[in-house]
């Protein structure tokens, strides 16, 4: 419902003042009513306040500046000196009237029904005139300016009382010079209290009152009920800059608190005709007869800056801010049924992030993703690295070793003593390896010669002879001679005397230096026989005490 304040012209129709012109013709005349408004205030209202209800076309803000506008909304005109301004309604509960059947819906309620604004909800500050260059008031519909204040964590909620649901606990009242020196409570017991926009005064208990006309020098008026000061009075407190600080909570001991400092400029108000002959200064306090009356009017709205939040049944105060130049910064709040939707279509359970917030997840995600992926590539850079080191490490040890460790020599290079190059019957050059037997040197021989040479090698006393071209090799043991040669010299076997088997101990290791080992040659017919037979066993290798015989 909109409440305004009119005069009546010389045709009886009504006009506003800072809304629109209320013409005679279009009202929808509903009836005459009681305001029934600030009824628990006691001298500050009564029942005789009347109103003259009607349905007409509503528009907020000033003609032509783009506001939002209601059509078929409540509209009560009054004429009664105890109210000299108009307000707004902004409760969302529709409005009962008893020749109506169906209850209008408020203007809170038209608004978002049309989705003009998100929620029922709004933010409020009735400014001050004390601030920067006379700081204005500020309503917010469907939302609140988070550039008019200090946001907190602390969240009331709503009464159960729909006629007095902004309630909260004043814990506790403090006053403060401006060094801190002087400290005082001010209201030493918790009270419950009621937060009206519609109400200029704050009204407190009568012993807080008392305190307060104590710390500051105040006189209490009968007539008014109000609270004067004197120049002197006021001239000191002007010099000690005092502020006072109202200690609010959800309950009335301990839990989290919110602090509304006021300065001593806030409670310097002017009071003037009608209430007072002349414009005089006084404090904006009023003694509350009882707990009903405990309000807390635009008078704290000047520092502290109230969100409410029908849908959700919670409100909150914070410490009004003043920033010289500051841009308001227009906040919505989502109703919980568009909250509800948007995670249903998008398949999340809950409310979808702000456009900022969620570009402020996306650039963290690939921030992080950026640097795991960094460390993953360093991770193995570095591994490959140590592989590579390692690998280059052994590769240069083993190439030491080789330097060192050399088991073949070319013919053509020094020979050291006692490693030979042989060449075999088949006219080839191959290096040859030579190692010794763990036994005695004198039991275990290798000879081996370049041109024409013979090897030779003992095991047991056996004798391995091997030569080229013409020379025969022969391994015997025990009486048993076995003869292979190259070109047309035939491996030869017999158990008689005709071949002889020489002793290890007439062989011996000998330089390369042309020295071939002579074996006796048998002239006896026999002989030639028995090689004659086995020409045919040239190419065969046989082993005899693990020594491998070839041509």
């Avoid at 005679?24 to 003259?52: H, I, Q």
């Avoid at 002959?277 to 520092?303: K, V």
């Avoid at 003043?322 to 279509?345: C, H, Q, R, Y």
Wanted: with cysteine; hydrophobic share 35%.
């Amino acid at each position: 419902m909109v409440m305004l304040s009119f005069a009546a012209d010389h045709d009886g129709c009504a006009f506003m003042g800072f809304m629109k012109q209320l013409q005679c013709a279009p009202w929808d005349f509903v009836d005459n009513f009681a305001l029934g408004v600030e009824l628990n205030l006691g001298n500050y209202s009564n029942n005789r306040d009347y109103g003259r209800y009607a349905f007409d076309t509503l528009e907020l803000g000033y003609p032509g500046s783009g506001g939002a506008s209601v059509n078929h909304s409540v509209i009560a005109a009054i004429e009664t000196k105890d109210f000299y301004l108009g307000y707004i309604g902004l409760s969302p509960y529709p409005i009962n009237f008893t020749t109506v059947d169906i209850p209008p819906p408020s203007l809170l309620s038209q608004l978002k029904t049309e989705e003009q604004i998100p929620s029922l909800s709004y933010g409020y500050s009735a400014g001050a005139q004390y601030r920067l260059k006379q700081t204005l008031g500020t309503l917010t519909l469907g939302g609140y300016d988070e550039s008019r204040f200090t946001p907190n964590d602390v969240s009331f909620t709503f009464a159960e009382d729909i006629s007095r649901d902004l309630v909260l606990v004043i814990q506790s009242i403090e006053y403060s010079d401006a060094e801190n020196s002087t400290k005082q409570l001010l209201l030493s017991e918790s009270v419950l209290t009621f937060i009206d926009s519609t109400v200029p005064h704050i009204w407190l208990p009568r012993e807080a009152c008392d305190a307060f006309e104590s710390a500051f020098g105040l006189t209490y008026d009968n007539a008014t009920h109000l609270y004067f000061i004197d120049a002197d009075s006021h001239d000191l407190l002007e010099e000690r800059n005092p502020s006072v600080s109202f200690i609010l909570a959800e309950g009335m001991e301990g839990g989290e608190t919110v602090n509304i400092t006021f300065p001593y400029a806030s409670f310097d108000l002017t009071v003037s005709s009608p209430i007072v002959a002349r414009p005089t200064r006084y404090f904006p306090i009023r003694r509350a007869d009882n707990a009903t009356q405990h309000t807390l009017g635009r008078a704290f709205l000047q520092e502290a800056y109230l969100t409410v939040d029908y849908e959700r049944k919670n409100f909150s105060v914070s410490q009004a801010a003043f920033v010289e130049g500051a841009t308001s910064k227009l906040m919505p709040i989502l109703s919980p049924d568009a909250v509800s939707a948007n995670a249903t279509s998008s398949g999340q359970g809950s409310s979808a992030l702000p456009t900022p917030v969620m570009a402020g997840i996306i650039v963290g995600i690939v921030a992080f993703c950026l640097l795991v992926i960094g460390a993953t590539v360093t991770f193995f850079w570095k591994r490959r690295r140590a592989r590579m080191r390692l690998a280059a490490q052994q590769a240069q040890e083993t190439s030491k070793e080789e330097q060192y460790q050399k088991p073949e020599l070319d013919s053509t290079s020094t020979i050291p003593p006692g490693e030979l190059n042989a060449e075999f019957g088949d006219g080839k050059y191959r290096p040859p390896e030579v190692e010794g037997s763990p036994g005695p040197r004198g039991d275990v021989a290798e000879a081996e010669g370049q041109h024409g040479g013979t090897e030779m090698e003992g095991t047991k006393g056996g004798v391995e002879m091997a030569g080229s071209g013409g020379v025969a090799e022969m391994d015997g043991s025990k009486g048993r001679a076995e003869m292979n040669g190259s070109g047309g010299v035939a491996e030869m076997q017999g158990n008689n005397g005709a071949v002889q088997e020489l002793e290890a101990a007439h062989v011996y290791e000998l330089p390369a230096g042309g020295v071939t080992a002579k074996v006796p040659r048998s002239d006896s017919a026999l002989e030639r026989i028995r090689i004659s037979r086995l020409a045919g066993f040239r190419k065969k290798q046989e082993t005899n005490g693990g020594v491998e015989r070839g041509d």
